[in-house]
């Protein structure tokens, strides 16, 4: 199984706002597209960083289905996170493999 992690890191002042979005909207999104079978969100309780961080957990069988999601759909719902809070988050993404 395939696992790609998006981290997020929110600024205080608009988290509750950004946490409505994202689960309302983004995350959504993400799953209309048939590529990910389920995902899962997790707030960080010891971060070391300013703000409040993120972890939403998206689950593919398997690469092709990330790599065709990767391809057709990632940049436009970037390029929408971004325009509706620029400025105000830091993003990055892993991929992972599950070891049996």
């Known amino acids: 199984m395939i ?3 998006e981290t997020i890191i929110v600024d205080e002042g608009i988290y509750k706002e950004w946490l409505h979005w994202i689960q309302t ?3 959504p999104a993400v799953m209309a597209t048939g590529y990910f079978d389920s995902y899962q969100m997790l707030k960080i309780l ?3 960083n300013e703000g409040v961080t993120y972890c939403v ?3 593919a069988k398997n690469i092709e289905n990330y790599n065709q999601f990767n391809l057709n759909h990632q940049l436009a719902l970037q ?3 971004q325009q509706k809070f620029e400025n105000q988050f ?3 993404s892993t991929l992972m493999q599950t070891v049996n």
Do not use: C, E
Request: proline share 6%.
């Open 3 to 5: 696992i790609y992690n």
């Open 25 to 27: 909207v983004h995350i």
């Open 46 to 48: 010891d971060s070391p």
């Open 57 to 59: 957990q998206y689950r």
């Open 79 to 81: 390029a929408a996170h």
């Open 90 to 92: 830091v993003l990055f």
